[in-house]
Structure formats: structure tokens, C-alpha cells
T-cell receptor
Framework: EDQVTQSPEALRLQEGESSSLNCSYT??????LFWYRQDPGKGPEFLFT???AGEEKEKERLKATLTKKESFLHITAPKPEDSATYLC????????????FGKGTKLTVNP | DVKVTQSSRYLVKRTGEKVFLECVQD?????MFWYRQDPGLGLRLIYF???????EKGDIPEGYSVSREKKERFSLILESASTNQTSMYLC???????????FGDGTRLSIL
């Protein structure tokens, strides 16, 4: 069964304090790994897609990386507006387009 | 930018009612999805559609049905609402396999 585990469940940082969020996955064959940001009361907002081990994507203070077993979302010098829940999801090869989501990491950045 | 619009942000219904949740996307995407999101359980797929009038069950289809009469519109139907269907419902659309799914802002549904 495909599984996605995110850690930590919650993370508190001071503004400017860099850190990483982890997404471990177990799938029969990876078609793509997706990162989303979700603000309270809103739908998930797409951030990145990663397709193969070694791939990296960057956007402002965020950088996503992928290995064969896990993905990291690195946050460099975060600001309070980066506070949100970050969701990781995988889609498997040959199957439906279903996304299997992790339960998310709730990030709080204090000024 | 892709825009996925869900007709209601908040909805309160009574048990036994038939409930319709509507979703419209403006990017000519082939595929559309309905998820529900619950604390501690994350997002779970209810149904999806890869073409007009085509649908497939997701992980938790019991008590739900869907309708896709036009490419841009995907409706979720609760045939006879029950309290355990109180949840946040999220609609999404995508261009195809391996492409990102883009979500609407959700409908928070309460069944009393």
C-alpha cells in the first residue's frame, strides 16, 4: 500500500531560522511527488512537482529535493508569512491519478 | 493562473437531505477530483473524472455520487446526508497524469 509520512507534525521557527521538513514515501513506482502549501480555511496551493531522484526545485525561500525514499522542503530564512501547513503527496506509476497525501507539517514562524 | 471555483464556502444541511456541491474550473482541464479533508486523516479521494460523463471511484465513495455533464463542471452529490459526512470538501483539476492538481478553496459542510 502506498504511504506518505511527514515529519515533524508541527514546527516552530524564529524569523530567519532555516530548517527542513521531511516527507518519506513508500510506493510501487513513483510518477511524481508534489508539495503544497495550505493556509487555514483555504485549499492547498501547488508549490512543486519532483519526478526523479536527484531533482531539485526552488521558489523564493523554498527548495524541494527528492531521493528514492524521501523528499525535503528546505526553508531558508523564513518569514512570518511562510506560516502554513505544508502537504506532501505522491502519485504512482500505472495507476489512477489519485494523490496519496501525508498528514502535513504545520509551520509557525514567529517574528 | 488556474482557477477552480467551488460554489459555497460554508453549507449547513440536515441528515437525510440530498446535497449538491458544485465545482467549476476555467483551464480546460481533462481531469477533475473530489477529496474530503478531516483532522488526523488528511485528504482522501472520493471520486474523480477523466472525461465528460466518465467517473471512477476513489478510496471512500460510499454515500456519494458525482456528475460531469460538461468538461468544466464536476458535481458531488450526497444522496442522503449523514452526520459522518460533516467535513471540508475540496475539488481539484489537472491536465493529466503526472501534472499537478489545482484545488479550489473548499466547502465546509456541516450535517446536523
Amino acid at each position: 500500500e502506498d504511504q506518505v509520512t511527514q515529519s515533524p507534525e508541527a514546527l516552530r521557527l524564529q524569523e530567519g531560522e532555516s530548517s527542513s521538513l521531511n516527507c518519506s514515501y513508500t510506493v510501487s513506482g513513483l510518477r511524481g511527488l508534489f508539495w503544497y502549501r495550505q493556509d487555514p480555511g483555504k485549499g492547498p496551493e501547488f508549490l512543486f512537482t519532483l519526478y526523479s531522484a536527484g531533482e531539485e526545485k526552488e521558489k523564493e525561500r523554498l527548495k524541494a529535493t527528492l531521493t528514492k525514499k524521501e523528499s525535503f522542503l528546505h526553508i531558508t530564512a523564513p518569514k512570518p508569512e511562510d506560516s502554513a501547513t505544508y502537504l506532501c503527496a505522491v502519485q504512482t506509476q500505472g495507476g489512477s491519478e489519485k494523490l496519496v497525501f501525508g498528514k502535513g507539517t504545520k509551520l509557525t514562524v514567529n517574528p | 493562473d488556474v482557477k477552480v471555483t467551488q460554489s459555497s464556502r460554508y453549507l449547513v444541511k440536515r441528515t437525510g437531505e440530498k446535497v449538491f456541491l458544485e465545482c467549476v474550473q476555467d483551464m480546460d482541464h481533462e481531469n477533475m477530483f473530489w477529496y474530503r479533508q478531516d483532522p488526523g486523516l488528511g485528504l482522501r479521494l472520493i471520486y474523480f473524472s477523466y472525461d465528460v460523463k466518465m467517473k471512477e471511484k476513489g478510496d471512500i465513495p460510499e454515500g456519494y455520487s458525482v456528475s460531469r455533464e460538461k468538461k468544466e463542471r464536476f458535481s458531488l452529490i450526497l444522496e442522503s446526508a449523514s452526520t459522518n459526512q460533516t467535513s471540508m470538501y475540496l475539488c481539484a483539476s489537472s491536465l493529466g497524469p503526472g501534472r499537478p492538481q489545482h484545488f479550489g478553496d473548499g466547502t465546509r459542510l456541516s450535517i446536523l
